[in-house]
């Protein structure tokens, strides 16, 4: 019944058995039972009202940088944001607010805030993917975080109704936005505000410098997701995974990087389930040695519970 609904109501053309892994930083997964990927926000509008009613599976995709799909189809809808990538920056003086939908480019926003000499976003240099996701999961590093820089977020809601959050309406901590945690009603980010202050180019190029000597131990150039693991309270995720012997560790064909190890590769094509099953081990081994339970911060999309 969904589905026709769906393809009764929507613009936005609807795919269906979509190849996800092409979607993904990791290039392994499956298919998506109906894929779209909307230019309007009234066609969110139209998905969520009608999610409302149904509750059928719904899954929301940024870049892909972070997220490891199951393999086989995935059932309900794959909802991707990269067309729904508009923004206007607005400069006063020291000054100025970024209002940006949720599928911009993370890296474009931030090259752009540089470029006009504001500061504010040094931290999230060699961060991917998109906006959306970026405030879903609070990116950060160094202590600073996208959720610093928010003034303004404006939701879709289920049902289709759309809320408009002021800064003190919602939290934020370490990889996590209260709009979008697990307890938090389902809901897609349209946009949101960002400001920032201008500062000597001097001043953000040091800054700059900083962030990317941070990021020096990290591979490039390889199918990878990010970190793999949250960092537990007072303590680092690769430091655990790298005491407890996980480096090069590898199920099929994904392999724990040997360069960092809260990095997870696709060194040889490797599926959602060898992915799935080595972030399993790399859990089970950590908590053998040290006693601590490592969160998966890369998102695990059809894998049920």
Known sequence: MWKTDLKNNMTCPLEEGRDLASLSALGA????????????????????????????????????????????????????TRRLNGWRWDADGSTAVLEVDAG?????VVSHVWKEGFTGAEFAHGIPGTIGGAVAGNAGAGGRSVGDLLEEATTIEEGGDVQRWKRGEFDYSYRRFSLFSSSSPVRFLASCKMKFQQAPRSEIEQNVKIFRRARTNQPHGVKSAGCAFKNPPGDSAGRLLDISGCKGLHVGGAVVSELHANFLLNRNNATGADIFRLMESCRDIVFQKTGVCLEPEIKLLGFGN
């Open 29 to 80: 997964g499956g298919r998506g039972e109906l894929f779209m990927e909307p230019a309007e926000m009234r066609d969110v509008s139209v998905l969520f009202r009608i999610h409302g009613k149904e509750h059928f599976p719904l899954y929301i995709l940024g870049g892909g940088t972070n997220v490891v799909f199951a393999d086989g189809e995935i059932e309900g809808v794959v909802l991707s």
């Open 104 to 108: 911009c480019p993370f890296p474009l």
